[in-house]
């Protein structure tokens, strides 16, 4: 087994674990962007969000309120960011699914690139339908 996270799981190497039950585990992340920064994964292993059954993932983001309200008030941050990343391009660096619970306040230099594009309504509308089509919907009637 060489997923770090999977071993974490498996009690190989300890972890500071914040929530645990037989489908999600919740532990401080060891390597923090922020103080406070939690990291939330299924226990199933699944490298990146699109893998994962509909079902297990919505068990995996139903935590997700309860980790942002305990990250938010146990550090008394003014925000949080939830992150999600999947693939290395994407930023991911372990590859299984994991969400980031970040605490945020004012002043705190965490920048998020984000360079924002101008695009027409008709490649809205065109890329709107690829997509779909991707997800083999009727994209008037949903899933």
């Known amino acids: 087994m060489?997923?770090?996270?999977?071993?974490l799981i498996a009690g190989d190497f300890p972890a500071h674990v914040i929530y645990e039950?037989?489908?999600?585990?919740?532990?401080m992340d060891i390597n923090p962007v922020?103080?406070?920064?939690?990291?939330l994964v299924p226990k199933t292993?699944?490298?990146?969000?699109?893998?994962m059954p509909a079902d297990e993932s919505g068990r995996l983001a139903r935590m997700l309120p309860a980790l942002v309200r305990g990250v938010k008030n146990a550090?008394?941050?003014e925000g949080v960011n939830v992150l999600q990343n999947n693939g290395a391009v994407a930023g991911q660096q372990v590859g299984h699914v994991h969400y980031h619970i970040i605490p945020r306040v004012k002043g705190d230099d965490l920048k998020w690139n984000w360079p924002a594009k101008k695009v027409s309504p008709d490649e809205l509308t065109e890329l709107r339908a690829r997509v779909a089509v991707a997800m083999n919907i009727d994209e008037r009637k949903g899933l």
């Open 34 to 39: 922020a103080m406070g920064h939690v990291l």
């Open 21 to 27: 039950d037989e489908t999600v585990f919740a532990f």
């Open 75 to 77: 550090t008394e941050a």
């Open 2 to 7: 060489s997923c770090v996270f999977c071993q």
């Open 45 to 51: 292993h699944y490298e990146t969000l699109d893998q």
